[in-house]
């Protein structure tokens, strides 16, 4: 017959050399509280549970250094958003400068708030082709009626009449 | 933190870049409109659009009474007419330029159509049909200065002038082209004015 000690689960056999090396990590964790340690965790949210005290300086310490640690993170978190929102912001007004050169340099000069009809080519008054001979007097007419409205415009532009 | 300030950098940069190339007095290419825009329309430029235009009339009256070197005189002046620097003023001046040319021709004078011929092509630039109808005329100028040398029995100078008659029409039908195209795109605005 066997002898029972020899048995893995007997409470009075010797401690393996494993046993040993996790119970030192026990005691060690029990001693510094920023070491983690899950058994010395429930151990000592036990302790607290039967007889409360206050907290140590350590444990003060270790818990207001993993704190920080997760508000770092955040904060990088946080900073990355900014900068994406800057920079998007950045380019929308980029975007908004490039708008306003656009519609600015065709724009006529104004008066009173009116547009005035500016020096341009006259090209845009004829559709087709110029005949091979002939057809300068028909040109010469369209043109100087075309700008004359464009003349009659800007006077009542300048008059703040329109 | 450094990429955001190398978006920022690369925003303000771009946009700074697209300002100064728009508002320079460079190439404009890629701007929104490559057309310089000019001072306003005023009584200095309706003068003299006034007085081309009398003179144009004159013209056709005495060239319906056969008074071609009246024509001339009379279009002689308009190309002398004082007046304010405008893209009008330019593209009136070309087209008489181009009348003058015609007459002259047909009066023989082809040097003379020449020299109106480049002078109206150093008023107008552009893809206009402005220059194209001065490249048309300054094209049917070599052809007849090619049928006068052929008549003349001068083979190799003839066949010369025709061959520089065939390149300025090709061009002249190339700017023509280019012309219509442009107005396609900009679906012929200031048309109906």
Redesign the interface.
Known sequence: MSDPRDRPDDPLAPATDEELAESAKLREALGDPSRRNDDAELARAMSSAWSPRDLSTEGHRSLVHRALIGHDARRRRNRVLRVSFGASAVLALAAAVVLYVRSDRPQPEAVHGTAMAISRSTQALFQDRFAATGGESARIDRIAMARAADLRDNEFAKWGVR | ?K??WL??AV??G??AA??AG??GEGS?AG???A?P???????A??AF??A??AL??E??VRQSANDTPGAITSLERLVALPAPG???VD??VA??R??LA?LRLGQGDVDGADRDVHAGLERVK?P???R??LL?VQG?LEEARGSALADAGKTAEAARARARAVDLLEEAVKV?ES??DR?LV?G????G?
């Open positions: 933190m990429l955001g978006v920022l925003a303000v771009t946009s697209l300002v728009c508002r404009t701007c929104p409109s057309e825009a000019g001072p306003p329309v005023d009584e430029l309706m659009l006034s081309a235009r144009h009339h013209a056709d405008a893209v009008e593209e009136v087209d008489a181009a009348r015609e552009g206009t049909y402005f194209g109808h048309e049917l023509q012309v219509i107005a900009d012929g605005k200031d048309a004015r």
